[in-house]
């Protein structure tokens, strides 16, 4: 990897993280969470993905160590997996990579596996919270860490060029194998997660994991701990990933938690790394209340070195104010949980996360893990003998709304009209609310959100601004 690191510099790749950000706007294929397309067009077609195979697998060899190198490669359960995952095995093994092969698993198994196997590079086929007929790529390093903007950057160049110089010869084409027991190794690493003097006997537990990548081993770790388990969105069948169900679409989880008086419902998305939660009574808990539940209860044990935690600009001003009054700082990037963990090591904090459900524990994973924070909640409960509705209800957040507006050609967002509509809205506000205008990393998709004290102000300033972009966009 040293060697990675240097070839990066000797190309200018690693100057300042703000030159990161400006080339990173001018990437092909990279978004904020890996590669992400329609299957079977650019860029999730085999081409891209055989030649990214090669990029990577090159990039992350180091020259003249002759010894195996490996890449283990996971997905969730798209129709398009199939493809996909049979082109990048093509394009790491023709570079000389052995492959390993574990099927569909969720998004942090496959960063543990990747540190647990000792592989040098990791590989997840998902579009997370996408339709079926989305799918993407993620990758990490043999750390189980995602790639930063220079790496990607040179893959991006990689992929553009001739690369058919530098493939293996014949006697060093790589093997691939299966890996079989994945799923179990990845069962006892979560469960490690929960306090070991505690068991979730009597508890009754909804889980929905989305027809997605934890279809198996969610419920089985649940069950395994003890708990009566009621399982939703376990059929996948390639085309029902994410469809009506999951945590991009919780009603049919609030309603299950009802109908079956259960104690908590727990909803993963397609790829498991992202989690909400609904209480007995039926209420989503989104990412700001898991994260305030958490993070309070580990300051509260003197688990936290530094009372700081990482969120994104899209986390709750209520949940800000909360953590005040707990002695906490809440820290703020942009979004993307690539960049919460980026500040999270920069920082030595254990603890962060997103609002739509992303949380990193890093005692424990180093990317985002919705079955393993769920686990975090369910010790909470467990020990404080409480309710859901008691124990996740930690702030009354802020009124808070985000629009979607789809696009096609230039950014709306660099128009005139759209800046001076944005100016006399934070005027409006002034320090009594935020408003974030941002292009989506993984959809052509314009997100508006806006916060206030009072729903009339959030509900006003939105419909102003999205008209503006609206009018603006289709000029």
């Given at each position: 990897m040293a060697s990675f690191t240097l070839r990066l510099k000797r190309a200018g790749y690693l100057k300042q993280t703000t030159l990161e950000r400006q080339m990173s706007n001018q990437r092909v294929f990279f978004g904020t969470d890996g590669i992400r397309g329609t299957a079977n067009s650019n860029p999730m077609t085999v081409e891209v993905a055989q030649k990214l195979g090669q990029a990577v697998g090159l990039l992350f060899m180091d020259e003249g160590d002759?010894?195996?190198h490996q890449v283990l490669i996971g997905k969730d359960t798209r129709l398009s997996?199939?493809?996909?995952?049979?082109?990048?095995?093509?394009g790491f093994l023709s570079a000389g990579m052995d492959v390993i092969v574990v099927g569909p698993m969720p998004t942090p198994a496959i960063a543990m596996l990747t540190r647990s196997l000792r592989a040098d590079l990791g590989v997840m086929i998902s579009a997370s919270h996408n339709p079926y007929y989305d799918n993407g790529i993620k990758i990490f390093d043999r750390d189980g860490f995602k790639l930063s903007d220079a790496q990607?950057?040179?893959?991006?160049?990689?992929?553009?060029?001739?690369?058919s110089h530098r493939l293996s010869s014949p006697e060093h084409i790589g093997r691939a194998v299966r890996l079989d027991d994945a799923a179990g190794r990845y069962i006892e690493h979560a469960k490690a997660s929960f306090p070991r003097q505690y068991r979730l006997n009597?508890?009754?537990?909804?889980?929905?994991?989305?027809?997605?990548?934890?279809?198996k081993v969610a419920p089985a770790a649940l069950w395994e701990l003890g708990a009566e388990v009621i399982s939703l969105g376990c059929k996948p069948n390639g085309f029902n990933i994410n469809k009506n169900c999951g945590s991009t679409h919780p009603e049919a989880l609030c309603q299950a938690v009802i109908e079956h008086q259960a104690d908590i419902g727990i909803a993963l998305d397609g790829d498991a790394d992202r989690m909400l939660l609904v209480d007995e009574t039926g209420k989503v808990l989104d990412g700001d209340q898991i994260l305030a539940v958490?993070?309070?209860?580990?300051?509260?044990?003197g688990y936290m070195p530094n009372k700081h935690v990482v969120a994104t600009i899209m986390s709750n001003m209520g949940l800000e104010r909360f953590f005040k009054s707990q002695n906490i700082e809440l820290l703020r990037t942009q979004v993307?949980?690539?960049y919460v963990v980026e500040k999270m090591r920069e920082l030595g904090c254990i603890i962060g996360g997103e609002q739509s459900g992303h949380m990193i524990l890093s005692n424990f994973s180093t990317t985002g893990d919705g079955l393993i924070a769920a686990l975090q909640v369910l010790a909470v409960l467990v020990e404080r003998k409480e309710k859901a509705s008691v124990v996740c209800n930690k702030f009354s957040p802020f009124p808070q709304e985000l629009r979607n507006i789809r696009f096609q050609g230039s950014d709306p967002l660099t128009h005139e009209n759209v800046k001076n509509a944005l100016r006399e809205a934070e005027e409006q506000l002034g320090k009594d609310?935020?408003?974030i205008l941002r292009k989506s990393g993984t959809e052509p998709l314009i997100r508006v959100m806006a916060e206030a004290e009072d729903y009339a102000s959030v509900d006003r300033i939105l419909t102003h601004l999205c008209d503006v972009i609206q009018n603006v966009k289709d000029c």
């Open positions: 002759r010894r195996r997996g199939y493809m996909i995952e049979s082109a990048l095995i093509a990607e950057i040179e893959i991006e160049r990689l992929i553009q060029s001739d690369l009597g508890l009754k537990i909804v889980i929905d994991c989305a027809n997605g990548a934890a279809y958490i993070a309070s209860s580990w300051a509260e044990k993307g949980d690539r609310g935020r408003i």
